[in-house]
């Protein structure tokens, strides 16, 4: 049982590119969430989707588009990466709200 | 809005208590805990609801103000797999998980 699959787990990206990161689940959760997180700062929601066919913005959205393509899967985009992009990615489901999160292993992104 | 955290860091030897506080500005639905070792992802130790009900970890326990929209962890007879950095999620009627800033805790033997 695999749990929360991100991938890439490291890139480097230079200033201006583009990227998708992928997060995939296998409990059958409605909700997914993708957090940043930075040194000092904890872990800070960027979109989540309460359930499949929805989405929202959490607290820093700017330069960030998501998609929920179905059930199992939340993509996180980035369309002009930016060095303060530079961050480790979190991405978590859980089964309903006020379920506990199950995190991915993260995706460590650099924007140069 | 975050929550937020105190204290931001706390070292304890072995056997030692602590409580690591949470507290919002707004009126919560529930409180989640979790802790993160160095370079892995958080894990789920524990989540308050309002009205009472807990969910959680056998060896830690926690509680939750409602009125005064806090909570608190309470790490008994600390261990050295204990250390790691804690991070409490609060939400609010939505799906929408905020979590603070973290405090890290060190067990020295």
């Known amino acids: 049982n695999a749990g929360v699959t991100q991938t890439p787990k490291f890139q480097v990206l230079k200033t201006g590119q583009s990227m998708t990161l992928q997060c995939a689940q296998d409990?059958?959760?409605?909700?997914m969430y993708w957090y940043r997180q930075d040194p000092g700062m904890g872990l800070r929601l960027i979109y989540y989707s309460a359930s499949e066919g929805t989405t929202d913005k959490g607290e820093v959205p700017n330069g960030y588009n998501v998609s929920r393509l179905n059930k199992r899967e939340f993509s996180l985009r980035l369309e002009s990466a930016a060095p303060s992009q530079t961050s480790v990615y979190f991405c978590a489901s859980s089964e309903f709200q006020n379920s506990p999160l199950h995190f991915g292993n993260g995706t460590r992104l650099t924007v140069t | 809005q975050q929550p937020v955290q105190s204290p931001q860091a706390v070292i304890l030897r072995e056997g030692e208590d602590a409580v690591i506080n949470c507290s919002s500005s707004k009126a919560l639905y529930s409180v989640h805990w979790y802790r993160q070792k160095h370079g892995e992802a958080p894990v789920f130790l524990m989540i308050l609801l309002k009205g009472g009900e807990q969910k959680g970890h056998e060896k830690i326990s926690a509680s939750f103000n409602e009125k005064k929209q806090q909570s608190s962890l309470y790490l008994t007879a600390s261990q050295l797999s204990y250390s790691g950095t804690y991070f409490c999620?609060?939400?609010?009627?939505?799906?929408?998980?905020?979590f603070g800033a973290g405090t890290r805790l060190t067990v020295k033997p």
């Open positions: 999620g609060t939400e609010e009627d939505n799906n929408d998980m905020r």
């Open positions: 409990m059958n959760h409605n909700s």
